[in-house]
């Protein structure tokens, strides 16, 4: 089936910028797919990539090279409320493949 | 607008009871998913409903788990029944695919609900 890779932890400082990885399998893609979830909270949608390139909404982007299976989140101005975990989930017909997620947390 | 409504949010029973989950999806969403999160793990999805029908079951285990959605609208999951293993979050999303492009691909999910089996 399809699976998807993502590095399990990221530590940055409030200020700096943070990219978050996210392989997936090539058979069957659509686009992908980023969700922000705090602890105890529901995913919620940040971002959708159907074509190369990068999408931009405020201080955060979105990344998608298709050639390469592989995408990113990047994350600028970082604050304290920024730490979270963030899944990247992948489009495969009409279902979505959910990456085991990035823990990110935000230092002082 | 109000978002997607789950009930309850947490649920605690003891191993072989049965237990089920209701999920409101937001208003004119036609598609409704139910996903099992486990601690430290992204959603697995279990089903997903295009309206009323279960177009996508391949990983519920059916012979505990059941999904309805009657008139495509509100939507249960039941496990009968519940081992520890099922101890998770179980969450409800949904979309309305219609609406096409980026849009049609975002999910609105609930709050969960938190299960824990003893």
């Known amino acids: 089936g399809q699976s998807l890779e993502q590095p399990s932890e990221v530590t940055a400082v409030e200020g700096a910028i943070v990219q978050m990885n996210c392989t997936y399998q090539?058979?069957?893609?659509?686009?992908l797919s980023w969700y922000q979830q705090h602890d105890g909270g529901a995913p919620t949608f940040l971002s959708y990539?159907?074509?190369?390139g990068l999408e931009e909404t405020g201080r955060f982007s979105s990344f998608l090279s298709r050639s390469d299976s592989y995408g990113y989140l990047l994350l600028q101005e970082l604050q304290m409320k920024d730490s979270a975990s963030y899944f990247c989930?992948?489009?495969?017909?009409?279902?979505?493949?959910f990456g085991p997620g990035t823990r990110l947390s935000v230092l002082p | 607008e109000a978002g997607v409504v789950q009930s309850p949010r947490y649920k605690i029973i003891e191993k072989k009871q049965p237990v089920a989950f209701w999920c409101n999806p937001i208003?004119?969403?036609?598609?409704l998913y139910w996903y099992l999160q486990n601690l430290g793990q992204g959603p697995e999805l279990l089903i997903r409903?295009?309206?009323?029908?279960?177009?996508?079951d391949s990983q519920l285990p059916k012979d505990r788990f059941s999904a309805e959605r009657l008139k495509g609208v509100d939507s249960t999951l039941k496990i009968q029944p519940a081992e520890l293993g099922d101890s998770a979050v179980y969450l409800c999303?949904?979309?309305?695919?219609?609406?096409?492009?980026?849009?049609?691909?975002?999910?609105?999910f609930g709050p969960g609900t938190r299960l824990t089996v003893l």
């Open positions: 989930a992948a489009a495969y017909g009409q279902n979505f493949v």
């Open positions: 999303a949904s979309s309305n695919r219609l609406s096409g492009g980026a849009g049609g691909n975002e999910q609105f």
């Open positions: 409903y295009e309206n009323e029908e279960a177009v996508d």
């Open positions: 990539n159907a074509l190369d």
């Open positions: 208003s004119g969403h036609n598609t």
């Open positions: 090539t058979s069957g893609f659509y686009g």
